[in-house]
């Protein structure tokens, strides 16, 4: 089926420890973006890609780095995990101007 | 820069009442907007967007919103709402030369109760 493929679905990781969460795409959008969505505060975005070979910060990068390996796939690293970074993240492909596809989310505690 | 405000964090009211979502936007240059709804525990799914033409659009399940320039507001409306819309709902805009930007307002938890 067509959309847009996050993995892991959960993780729990210890303060410190690193991660990288993972996204696909299959319907040949340029841009895709990285969420995270915390209670009260809406869904935030942390970078987003235009295009292939292209990235930049959103609202709130910190702690975050990405790589936009090609036109599929764009993830998403936390380098040295943080209690802050407990949320939910989502990763999302809009069709140009008009809808956005989300993935189902991977939801991140970190201990 | 681009930015949205979704005046209501929470909006309870009885099944078969009528519902409005406030949204405003803030943009200097042209807007794509949009409402997203999410259910518990589940990711967006959009209901409506409006792009040009038509201030009014019509959405699925029975939502509509209306794009008022003048007063930057991009309002979400049903006329009788059912138990199985509650769900947290998110208006978002996409302005002009943002590089696809899509930012979203901090949603409003719409509760239905019976």
């Known amino acids: 089926n067509a959309g847009v493929t996050q993995t892991p679905k959960f993780q729990v990781l210890k303060t410190g420890q690193s991660m990288t969460l993972q996204c696909a795409q299959d319907?040949?959008?340029?841009?895709m973006y990285w969420y995270r969505q915390d209670p009260g505060m809406g869904l935030r975005l942390i970078y987003y890609?235009?295009?292939?070979?292209?990235?930049d910060k959103g609202e709130v990068p910190n702690g975050y780095n990405v790589s936009r390996l090609n036109k599929r796939e764009f993830s998403l690293r936390l380098e040295s995990a943080a209690p802050s970074q407990t949320s939910v993240y989502f990763c999302?492909?809009?069709?140009?101007?008009?809808?956005?596809?989300f993935g189902q989310g991977t939801r991140l505690t970190v201990v | 820069a681009q930015s949205v405000t979704q005046l209501d964090s929470q909006v309870p009211v009885f099944e078969e009442a009528p519902v409005e979502l406030r949204c405003n936007y803030s943009s200097s240059v042209s807007v794509y907007l949009f409402w997203y709804v999410q259910y518990p525990n589940q990711g967006l799914q959009l209901l409506l967007k409006?792009?040009?033409?038509?201030?009014l659009v019509k959405g699925i399940n029975g939502f509509e919103a209306e794009f008022n320039k003048s007063q930057t507001s991009f309002h979400l409306r049903k006329p009788s709402v059912h138990i199985s819309d509650t769900a947290e709902y998110f208006c978002?805009?996409?302005?002009?030369?943002?590089?696809?930007?899509?930012?979203f307002g901090k949603g409003t938890l719409l509760t239905v109760n019976p």
């Open positions: 890609s235009a295009s292939e070979g292209t990235t």
């Open positions: 999302a492909t809009p069709k140009g101007q008009g809808r956005a596809f």
């Open positions: 978002a805009v996409i302005s002009g030369g943002s590089n696809y930007k899509l930012t």
């Open positions: 409006y792009l040009s033409g038509s201030t």
């Open positions: 319907m040949n959008h340029n841009s």
